[in-house]
């Protein structure tokens, strides 16, 4: 990218002699610009076929609008609701003397581990005959009916998994507030409660509102829960009408697509015109004594943590521990041997290490772009990136499939590893880009130069100074979107070569065929390991992620 | 004197500095404008200006890492930066301490030391001799969060210096310390740059540190060099005003024909240098001296221990800043006469 006025060739080697530290170099311009489009070809191809295809006078059917108008109606709900929680645990276990603070504050993200199909299936199957609550209750004579099922039990389950989304940042933020700006508040004549309004509560509000669009992406894409509380949504839709009626599911994912993007962009546009103060203090924040509100407080918190964390996993492990007594017991064998298991653990291992190597490694180079140089190149491809995290699993998924039937001279993809692994870095590619260039920016530009002065060429300096200085940030990037790999359910269902079985497609599976025993163990399985990897990630390395 | 790198065999002599018709400009007005300025091996030179007037970028364009618009840069006889050709700066052989240090933070001090020697000398002795210098042998295999600010300085100080640079350039090397970490470190290093004999360029924006450490000084202004000289010629005959005021205190009486004697408020005094039209008389607070008698009263009183500067109001004219002994004999509101007591001032055209 050299800008050559239409003069002398002295001057143009001038012009050329000025490409400074500002401009980015070629490789690295023509990199990214390489990555984007790439990432933009999903969601190109979607758009490029709902209007070939005629799925755009579909869309002016009202039946054809009531799922997009229950897909938003969802994740509004969901979005209020995990932004009230969300926050209102954050207060208290970092700004309040709640009891066993520390204990909560490890605690209260943990619901992440659930991917959000097992933490409905959880809840599904414990409401069942045979499942905890539906029999820990028939002790006592009764017959319990209640199911969960429709808006109501998508919005629970989505709200229960969904609501560290909006903790972290939240509780982060409340964290490194600096306690200046309340003892100001309150030396120029604030109540305590009017601090937290006047100041506490907007210096968090962008905060919040990272949180709740994270939570939208993450209810509007949402497959698994949707599927089993029987609510329709756009996924629903275009998941049932993939194979016979094309145009119909691509006109849906269009309408997802549309949705997802235009919600980021408002966010973003919002978000550019706030103003928050730089947090620099390392001073500890002022501390709310609750008094007799401990109690309740702690109650609360209790309960959710109880209902989000412990009780899927009961659930899960009920219905696991039975199936291997039944076996023990030679009543019924179990449809899964240690070999399935090994497998699928494997795989899914496998898979989201790759997954996470390769994205950390094609995200370098934007994160380079973006902390190193200032150009419009940058912000377009970021936003590409950023395009390709709102696009939901599902459209990613099915936008492959169809791309690799029908492009023919890339038919030897279908149904191949590079494509599963591809679909995962559009889907997951944002949440390396965000560590990276944090990683990027932590190494100082002097590091370089004096690097460089000391004869160091670009490769050595690369290997010697930046990879180690930015290791602690790229292996948290890598952490974040191994945890995503694996926890994905439409993407690797859809997309996943023939015969190779990850633990969610197992567990899908599983689950409807009706062998919940299997799906018990099957789960634990995996949120066993997605725990180590979340409390490694969140609990231990929060600052890397900032 | 001590043989500069230690063993007699591996003596480098150092290079000059040559820069000639230097521009620099980014997007906006230009921060460097034809520059040109020659350096003696061996010279320790301080580029002096106020924030924002080039001297930084200078520096890196020195080093390779700016790229200027126009202009040379020659390291002794080599030219490493002219139209069309461009060294990188890994390959330039100049050594810079950065403002902070810029220590590599996951290698241990040695290892920082020894990383820009050649791949078969990294091993050798050489990093340790470069620790030996600046004294801090003891601490190499610290790492470097574990130092203090000016412990980090001397260890970047020996990285530079251990591959043997022709040039050794110094980027505000003690601006991040606190005030009697900065006088002690600064004794060091210049006694360290004297001994060694290293050409060395240092950026600064403290009067005093030009003064105190360069043979000669540059004063840079709005991209251009104002002047260059020995702090002696900047204090004694500044070439502008401008110079005037930002090196030291200054009193300035307007003079409508300086030439032999001028007619102040503070009465007739001795033109040395003068000009043609209508100039300022510099004088020195130190050229004048606090007088029985009552033209003026005493304002202000800043007492510094080793003199005190006192301000007075003159009935008939300005306020003036005359630098007396610590032994105070003044308080504020007294009444007193000012009289001239140096040898001769200069004349500043307007």
């Known amino acids: 990218m050299t800008t050559t006025p239409k003069t002398t060739p002295s001057a143009r080697r001038v012009a050329r002699y000025q490409t400074g530290t500002g401009r980015p170099p070629w490789q690295l311009s023509g990199s990214a610009v390489f990555i984007a489009v790439l990432f933009a070809l999903p969601g190109g191809y979607v758009v490029w076929r709902a209007i070939t295809g005629g799925s755009l006078s579909l869309l002016l059917e009202g039946r054809a609008l009531r799922p997009l108008w229950r897909t938003i109606q969802l994740a509004v709900l969901v979005s209020v609701s995990t932004a009230i929680l969300g926050t209102a645990l954050a207060w208290l276990t970092v700004r309040t003397d709640l009891p066993l603070r520390r204990l909560w504050r490890v605690l209260a993200p943990l619901p992440l581990v659930y991917p959000s199909f097992i933490g409905a299936a959880a809840f599904h199957s414990g409401l069942t005959p045979g499942g905890i609550v539906h029999d820990l209750v028939g002790q006592f004579g009764f017959n319990l009916e209640l199911r969960l099922h429709g808006l109501t039990g998508a919005w629970l389950v989505l709200t229960l998994f969904a609501y560290p989304y909006v903790y972290l940042p939240v509780a982060a933020r409340l964290a490194t507030l600096p306690s200046s700006l309340e003892e100001n508040a309150r030396l120029l004549g604030d109540r305590p409660f009017q601090v937290f309004r006047r100041v506490v509560l907007p210096q968090t509000t962008s905060s919040i509102a990272a949180g709740s669009l994270l939570v939208f992406l993450y209810t509007v894409s949402d497959f698994g829960a949707v599927h089993l509380m029987r609510f329709e949504t756009l996924t629903q839709t275009i998941y049932r009408n993939r194979l016979f009626d094309q145009t119909r599911a691509f006109g849906m994912a269009f309408l997802l697509l549309a949705l997802a993007l235009l919600v980021v962009a408002a966010e973003r546009t919002v978000a550019r015109r706030s103003a928050q103060i730089e947090v620099t203090g390392d001073r500890s924040p002022l501390n709310v004594a609750l008094g007799l509100w401990r109690i309740p407080a702690a109650a609360s918190c209790s309960l959710i943590v109880g209902l989000a964390l412990f009780a899927p996993a009961l659930s899960l492990a009920d219905w696991g521990l039975f199936g291997w007594l039944q076996q023990r017991r030679g009543l019924a064998a179990l449809r899964l041997d240690w070999g399935d298991l090994a497998s699928a653990t494997w795989s899914t291992v496998w898979i989201s290490s790759v997954t996470a190597v390769i994205a950390v490694a094609v995200m370098l180079p934007i994160a380079y772009l973006l902390a190193r140089h200032r150009s419009r190149l940058g912000g377009v491809v970021n936003s590409v990136v950023i395009a390709g995290f709102a696009m939901p699993g599902l459209v990613v998924a099915i936008s492959l499939i169809f791309w690799t039937l029908h492009a023919s001279p890339f038919e030897f993809l279908i149904g191949s590893m590079p494509v599963l692994v591809f679909a995962y870095i559009v889907h997951f590619g944002a949440q390396a880009v965000r560590t990276a260039q944090v990683a990027v920016t932590s190494v100082p530009k002097r590091m370089d130069d004096a690097a460089r002065l000391l004869g160091a060429n670009r490769l050595r300096r690369l290997i010697t100074v930046e990879l180690p200085i930015m290791a602690p940030g790229l292996t948290a990037g890598a952490g974040l979107v191994m945890l995503s790999t694996m926890k994905e359910l439409p993407a690797t269902l859809l997309v996943a070569p023939m015969g190779f079985r990850t633990l969610t497609v197992e567990i899908w599976d599983t689950y409807e065929a009706l062998y919940l025993a299997e799906m018990g163990i099957l789960a634990l399985v995996l949120v066993a390991i997605s725990a180590v990897l979340t409390w490694y990630l969140v609990v231990r390395r929060a600052n890397h992620l900032a | ?350």
């Open chain 2, 1 to 350: 004197m001590m043989n500069i790198w230690g063993t007699p065999d591996d003596a480098v002599a150092p290079s000059g500095l040559s820069v000639r018709d230097l521009s620099v400009a980014y997007e906006g007005p230009p921060v460097l404008i034809d520059l040109s300025l020659d350096i003696a091996p061996g010279e320790l030179v301080a580029l002096l200006g106020p924030s924002g007037c080039g001297k930084t970028t200078l520096l890196r364009t020195i080093a390779g890492l700016e790229h200027p618009a126009s202009g040379s840069v020659a390291v002794g006889n080599r030219v490493v930066t002219s139209n069309g050709h461009f060294v990188p700066p890994e390959r330039r052989r100049i050594g810079m301490v950065f403002q902070d240090g810029a220590l590599f933070p996951h290698l241990d001090v040695r290892r920082n030391v020894a990383y820009g020697l050649p791949r078969s000398e990294r091993n050798s002795s050489r990093a340790n001799e470069a620790l030996d210098m600046v004294g801090l042998s003891e601490v190499a295999n610290r790492m470097p969060n574990t130092l203090s600010g000016g412990q980090q300085q001397r260890v970047a100080l020996a990285r530079a210096l251990a591959p043997r640079p022709g040039v050794l350039l110094l980027d505000e090397p003690f601006s991040n310390l606190d005030t009697t970490l900065r006088l002690r470190v600064r004794a060091e290093m210049h006694r360290l740059l004297v001994d060694l004999g290293v050409t060395t360029v240092f950026v600064t924006h403290d009067q005093e540190e030009a003064f105190v450490l360069g043979d000669r000084v540059a004063v840079l202004h709005e991209g251009h060099l104002a002047q260059v000289g020995t702090p002696d010629d900047l204090y004694r005959r500044p070439a502008d005003r401008w110079v005037a005021t930002f090196v030291g205190d200054a009193n300035l009486f307007r003079c409508n024909r300086p030439s032999g004697s001028c007619q102040t408020p503070i009465g007739e005094i001795p033109v040395l240098v003068g000009s043609d039209g209508p100039a300022d008389l510099l004088l020195r607070p130190e050229d004048l001296a606090l007088t029985e008698g009552s033209s003026g009263t005493v304002e202000l009183i800043e007492y510094y221990g080793h003199d005190a500067m006192v301000h007075v109001q003159l009935d008939n004219g300005p306020s003036l800043k005359v630098r007396t002994n610590a032994d105070l004999l003044h308080r504020r509101g007294d009444r007193v006469a000012v009289s001239y007591i140096g040898s001769g001032a200069v004349a500043l055209g307007l």
